[in-house]
């Protein structure tokens, strides 16, 4: 599980939930997104239409919207009636923070549920004080985290090529440090994160990631072997290694996958399983993407 996971379904989805399942017949209700896999930031997608405004009590973790296109939206509460929310914008609502929204047709946008403990550690990383320097905001445009948002719910929904919890977890914390960055951006001192520890004993993560090659690794499972949060660990193993833990892992992967192709007569969905992939097709998906042959392709030419 991931360290801010939740252990149930997040209150402002339930919420959402029941108003779309009271929906005309034909509307399909959004599926939750990392729920089951425990992802520290599940998230949905929704489509409709807010109406003249519609009220939402506040709910206990954050609620991070991303406005991904469709008609344009409103924030009907004082302090943010000169709004208007656009395809590209982000809004977010802290915990215990109500509102009311308004829009002036269908709008097609995501909602990202964190804990305030993700946020806590990413802060205190990034030596900022969310007490005093952080607030509800609603459609801000910056060019960075709507990038990360866009990506994030693109991921999320990937069926073809699903993604992995720590590439999921890892997307999370870039996603919230981006927030922060942007927030604090018009403020006259700059977010400074910690330096990159130095020494770490890398050796015993990479020994860790080669003994579960074949389990469904998570962030806080590498970032635990060398007592680091997974936030700080991220930004160690990338200095050290050139690359985040995710896609480090998919290499190890890719990589432990072609030498079982090429040197055992292991059956190609025996593979898969082996070296972690969650399918035949999962692994298929990832050898055309980094080789340029299938799996299938890359046997036959080994054995010429």
Known sequence: MGRHAFGSEPQHCRIYRDIL???????????????????????VRHSGDLGSGRHFDGVEHFVLTFHVGGANARRLDPGFTHLTASAGALSLQEPGSPGTFASSGV???GHFYFRQSLFQEIAEESQVHLQTQFSDFFALFDQVATRDAASYLQRAHSDSNPPTSMEMDTRGYLLALGILRARNSSRAEPILLKS???????????DFIEAHLSEPLRLSDLSDTVGMNPFHFTRVF??????????????????RGRELIEHSALSLSEIAYRVGFSSQAHMTSKFKDHFGVTPGEMRREARL
Do not use: Q
């Open 21 to 43: 399942e009271h929906s005309p017949p034909g509307v399909a209700v959004p599926r939750l997104s990392g729920f089951e896999d425990r992802w520290n930031m599940p998230c």
């Open 107 to 109: 709008v097609d946008y």
């Open 196 to 206: 990159v520890a130095s020494g770490c004993p890398l050796s015993i993560v990479i």
């Open 238 to 255: 990338k200095a050290e290694m050139g690359l985040t833990p995710s896609r480090y892992v998919v290499k190890r992967r890719l990589e």
